[in-house]
Every structure is written in structure tokens, then in C-alpha cells.
């Protein structure tokens, strides 16, 4: 079994920053991704940032420049920084786990979600 739960979400206004966390527990393996996914009401889920095998980091467009995603290997624990944050980044934010080897390799453990809300 893989738990995976988020926190850090929360209330900002316009250009605030955010830092949301994300642990991995139970069985896992180092060599894996970890990413961040968002979904506003009435909107598609989508990709935000995600970090494979610890070294490539990938990041939607709209999160170039203003978001950060890291990684504490010691944790388990990838980090989404988030910057300079726009009403249009409201949404409940995704962490996603990821393995890349054994036998659950390319299975993707979803967190419980967490609020980001950025309003005036």
C-alpha cells in the first residue's frame, strides 16, 4: 500500500506564495515521480510541475517562472513552491506518486487534495 497526502493549502492573496508539501509513505521506491496536479471548478485536472527520478522537472506553462517543485529524499516528501500566485491559480491541488520500478512500476497513487484559494 502507498499513502499519499498533501498539505499546505490554503488562503493567499494576489501575488503571495504558497508552499505546499507532499508525503509518500508505505511501500515505496526510490526511484520514482512525484508531481503536482490542479483542478478548478469546472475544469479539467491538469499538470502543474513533476519530478522524475528526482533530476527532470517538468512544468505547465502557466506554472513557468512562478512555481518550484523539490524533493527531499530522506522524506519522501516533494514540495511545490509556488509564487507571485493569480486568482487563476484557485484550485484544489494534486499530489501524485508515481514508482518506476517493481511490481507496482507505472502506477499512479493519487493524494486526498488540498485548497489553494487565491483572492483579494
Known amino acids: 500500500q502507498v499513502q499519499v497526502v498533501e498539505s499546505g493549502g490554503g488562503l493567499v492573496r494576489p501575488g503571495g506564495s504558497l508552499r505546499l508539501s507532499c508525503a509518500a509513505s508505505?511501500?515505496?521506491?526510490?526511484?520514482?515521480?512525484m508531481g503536482w496536479y490542479r483542478q478548478a471548478p469546472g475544469k479539467e485536472r491538469e499538470l502543474v510541475a513533476r519530478?522524475?527520478?528526482?533530476?527532470?522537472?517538468d512544468y505547465s506553462d502557466s506554472a513557468k517562472g512562478r512555481f518550484t517543485i523539490s524533493i527531499d529524499n530522506a522524506k519522501n516528501t516533494v514540495y511545490l513552491q509556488m509564487d507571485s500566485l493569480k486568482p487563476e491559480d484557485t484550485a484544489v491541488y494534486y499530489c501524485t506518486y508515481v514508482p518506476l520500478l517493481g511490481r507496482n512500476r507505472g502506477n499512479t497513487y493519487w493524494g486526498q487534495g488540498t485548497q489553494v484559494t487565491v483572492s483579494s
Open positions: 519530478l522524475t527520478g528526482g533530476r527532470r522537472t
Open positions: 508505505g511501500s515505496i521506491v526510490s526511484i520514482n515521480a
